[in-house]
Antibody
């Protein structure tokens, strides 16, 4: 049973970067796909991107291309999501989640507890 | 704008049946999964593979799919079912994931 634990809340200045971590336990890290999802206050869920360590190349939503970097550190079974050039509308809860299933039938389970990122001057 | 469309809000009387739908062309190829989110909590998977329930999810919650529409049905809604519900699948390219805008379910 996979278990995901995320890093703590962050407060950042506009224009800076934030890195959120997601430590996985209970599964085979190299074959796990971890997706990142965010939720702005009072808003819906938004997919940011994901990575499978054994395949290496991450996928990013077009909206975040050029501003987001997702990496997987197999030595510590930890995934990282770094978002740069932060703006106030990046203020959100950021979740990691384990993607399971097949190419045309997949789902996110379990989810991390979420990391609040606040962007404020 | 999302490639998956959900009604923003739905209400149901206690004990009655409610259906929440998710529409999108990609659903003809890719299955939808459903998530329940209560205030202050992370989303929880309630339906995967169109109609499968994870352990611990009550059997009054069910899923189905036809054409470009996936549905979540709650039969005999309870007060604890009041939550936001999101569908999730692939976009039309199949390369990226996408969420519906979410449906706020109110149990009256």
């Amino acid at each position: 049973q996979v278990h995901l634990v995320q890093s703590g809340a962050e407060v950042k200045k506009p224009g800076s970067s934030v890195r959120v971590s997601c430590k996985a336990s209970g599964g085979t890290f190299s074959s796990q796909t971890i997706s990142w999802v965010r939720q702005a206050p009072g808003q819906g869920l938004e997919w940011i991107g994901g990575i499978t360590p054994m395949f290496g190349t991450p996928k990013y939503a077009q909206k975040f291309q050029g501003r987001v970097t997702i990496i997987a550190d197999e030595s510590t079974s930890t995934d990282y999501m770094e978002l740069s050039s932060l703006r106030s509308d990046d203020t959100a809860l950021y979740y990691c989640a384990n993607l399971r299933g097949s190419w045309n039938d997949n789902w996110l389970d379990p989810w991390g507890q979420g990391t609040l990122v606040t962007v404020s001057s | 704008s999302s490639e998956l469309t959900q009604d923003p809000a739905v209400s149901v009387a206690l004990g009655q049946t409610v259906r929440i739908t998710c529409q999108g062309d990609s659903l003809r190829t890719y299955s939808a999964s459903w998530y329940q989110q209560k205030p202050g909590q992370a989303p929880v998977l309630v339906i995967y593979g169109k109609h499968n329930r994870p352990s611990g999810i009550p059997d009054r919650i069910s899923g189905s799919s036809s054409g470009n529409t996936a549905s979540l049905t709650i039969t005999g809604a309870q007060a604890e079912d009041e939550a936001d519900y999101y569908c999730n699948s692939r976009d039309s390219s199949g390369y990226h994931a996408v969420f519906g805008g979410g449906t706020k379910l109110t149990v009256l």
